[in-house]
């Protein structure tokens, strides 16, 4: 087994629910010769300083999270993309640890293609922010309040995305114009939507 790092012994030693399915990843993980760190509060796991892959639980699941598993060729076809937005990672989801055990050779020769990809240098072709539909009641104000359009332009692409994807979710139009309403100062401040 590879060098197990503190941070990440001390992270599963707390964990309450999914410890032992997330040492069993742990261990197909170190064993595929990748470097353990803890990244995002989350046990990472890299090549050359690349992140190849996190293990973390859920409520209802544990995963098994490719940084760019958008690239792998799931043969599978066993894994999920968590939300329609999302674009590179995928997760290979887990109830219990017998799943786990029963696919270990398939999870190693899904992190080894992770490998090789990274290896490869290969990129996921993302989105452009244009490419997402600006919401009709977030368009009027941008048209309307010029000092609003010129604060959103100078936010970087993914604040911008950020903000389109809130604003686009509710299904009512009143719903998404409250939302704007609520973000319009934080955007002429010129602060994304976690900020």
Partial sequence: MNKINPKVEEFLSKSQKWREELAKLR??????????????????YTFQNKNIVLIHGFKAYCALLFIKGALLTDPKSILIQQTRNVQEGRQIRFTNVREIVEMESIINAYIYEAIEVEKAGLKVNHKKTADFIIPEEFQNQLDEI??????????????????????????????????????????????????
């Fill in 27 to 44: 261990t197909i993980v170190l064993d595929c010769g990748l470097a353990e760190e803890l990244k995002w509060g989350q046990p990472c």
């Fill in 146 to 195: 010029p000092a609003l359009k010129n604060a959103f332009d100078a936010l970087t692409p993914g604040r911008q995305r950020a903000y389109i994807l809130y604003f686009s979710a509710p299904k009512q139009s009143k719903t998404r114009e409250s939302r704007i309403e609520k973000c319009k100062q934080q955007i002429l401040d010129g602060k994304g939507l976690n900020d």
